[in-house]
């Protein structure tokens, strides 16, 4: 509901999301945190657009040896949905500067 998502696939978008994510709260929570913002930025972004960053990225963002977290089988999916969440903040944060400077100049 809190992604409104007014299409005839919702729950097979939505049920492919939580797969992503491995079911895990937190991962699901802040996927739609974040679907949520970028709407706000651009009206076209949903789920589907979520879905296909999460797919398309989730291996480069995951540049590093999961071997010593092996044991933990969400690790993987919390770790791809906070750094899309941490990328983006980054981008904000140097836009906002960027763009502070141009009007200071």
Do not use: H
Request: glycine share 4%.
């Amino acid at each position: 509901r809190e992604l409104n998502i007014d299409i005839p696939q919702q729950d097979a978008k939505i049920k492919e999301l939580v797969s992503l994510v491995q079911g895990l709260p937190l991962a699901l929570q802040q996927a739609v945190a974040y679907i949520t913002m970028q709407k706000k930025v651009d009206s076209t972004f949903g789920i589907d657009s979520y879905i296909g960053y999460f797919k398309t990225n989730g291996e480069k963002i995951l540049n590093f040896d999961f071997a010593e977290y092996s044991n933990d089988p969400y690790f993987k999916s919390v770790f791809i949905v906070w750094r899309i969440t941490l990328d983006t903040i980054k981008n904000i944060i140097f836009f906002r500067r960027s763009k502070s400077c141009d009007s200071s100049t």
